[in-house]
């Protein structure tokens, strides 16, 4: 299998790629099937990213803990800054958790003797598999499936319709706010780790608001309906850079405007296919 081999020696990190950009996409697919608008995820990516990297690289600790610590710290972190800012909704959720973005991204740029500052961190060890990947993007799919179809689930689609609603009948709201911020900066923080362990280098630069919007670009690109949305979405995002790259300076132009055409005919992201039936058999009615 000569050409496997091949295709695999050049796009093995595109491919895997394909696998950490999904987990971002579900991760903040947590907090919007909960109704929160929070733009952080690149930020708990950086923490979970930054805080494996240098356990591997400075105290020589084993993957899978390193992968836990990744998930524990921005878990820990949004724990913290979750109490005072889930009690905000809407646009101002959005710019709160914006602005805890750019503290962190400004923090790693300060403390040069732990994390490099600008010049970021070189000579990652490079122990992110294949399966890894797959592992955890299966297990990611399996637990939020199951979650959705629990009473966990149904509780979050009910703060999602109406918030004041769902707490009259007697769902724990601020609880359930919680749980799906801090899961969901514990799976962003999955996918920062194993892409730092893919990459061989980070730096504070990769998850500056940029990457926020792209996380949350994914996400409501395929739709939020279902599980496959974001991973659609974010297949779409990963892929768009490379189909295009024949059209060198017009490859921005052209992704955006297949982003507009998404956005005004499917509002509910590609994976809304009721929608998408819809509107063929009306286009073949009026023909």
Known sequence: MAWLDNFWAVYSNLVLSLGTNALLALSIYLTLACGMLSIANAAFMALGAYASALLTMNFGWPFPAALAAGMAAPAAMAFVIGKPTLRLSGVYLAMATLAFGEVVRIALLNAES?????????????????????????????????????????????????????????????????????????????????????????????????????????????????????????????????????LQNFRLVVNGLILVLIVLFLPRGIADTARLRQWLVARRERA
């Open 114 to 246: 732990i994390t490099g500052g600008a010049l970021g961190l070189n000579g990652i060890p490079q122990l992110t598999q294949w399966w890894h990947v797959a592992l955890a993007l299966v297990a990611t799919l399996v637990l939020l499936w199951r979650l959705r179809r629990s009473r966990v689930g149904r509780a979050f689609e009910a703060i999602k319709e109406d918030e004041t609603a769902a707490g009259l009948m007697g769902i724990d709201v601020a609880g359930h706010k919680m749980f799906a911020f801090v899961l969901g900066a514990a799976i962003a923080g999955l996918a920062g780790a194993l892409n730092a362990h893919l990459t061989f280098f980070i730096g504070p630069g990769e998850y500056g608001f940029d990457r926020a919007v792209e996380i949350l670009t994914m996400a409501i690109l395929g739709g939020i309906g279902s599980l496959s949305g974001p991973v659609l979405g974010a297949v779409i995002l990963t892929l768009l850079p490379e189909l295009l790259r024949a």
